[in-house]
């Protein structure tokens, strides 16, 4: 898979208001050659969605000031954002069905490997 766009690398935008979990997932993504931009919430990730339009979020499903789905909803809102592709990741039970509302998003149980994100970024950036 190439990380280039237009002769640049795929720039990918991480939210989560765990900053641990922000900074690995951050971690492992610039080691892969990914440009990285970071928010501690939903309407930070909205502002900088809008301004930088990255080729890809990955966003946590509960958060103060703006939740993941919350996000998505307002992304969609927007023609410049509604096609930037989502990884939601959440520590919290899901009942059966609920994840595969939105076939656009790719969802991921935390906790997870490094090797489990880069896995879901491979296949969201390969669409």
Do not use: C
């Not at 931009?37 to 990730?45: H, K, P, R, S, V």
């Not at 939740?67 to 954002?81: A, S």
């Not at 609920?98 to 935390?110: F, H, M, R, V």
Request: charged share 30%; net charge negative.
């Amino acid at each position: 898979m190439s990380l280039l766009k237009g002769g640049s690398m795929k720039k990918i935008l991480v939210v989560d208001d765990e900053k641990g979990l922000r900074e690995t997932v951050v971690v492992a993504l610039q080691d892969r050659g990914f440009e990285t931009i970071e928010a501690d919430n939903g309407a930070a990730a909205l502002d900088l969605a809008r301004a930088h339009r990255p080729d890809l979020i990955i966003t946590d499903v509960m958060m103060d000031n703006g939740n993941g789905f919350l996000l998505r909803e307002l992304l969609l809102e927007d023609p410049k954002t509604a096609s930037i592709p989502m990884i939601l990741m959440s520590g919290a039970a899901q009942k059966a069905g609920a994840w595969e509302s939105d076939t656009d998003i790719e969802y991921l149980a935390k906790p997870f490997s490094n090797a489990q994100i880069l896995s879901a970024v491979e296949r969201k950036l390969k669409h």
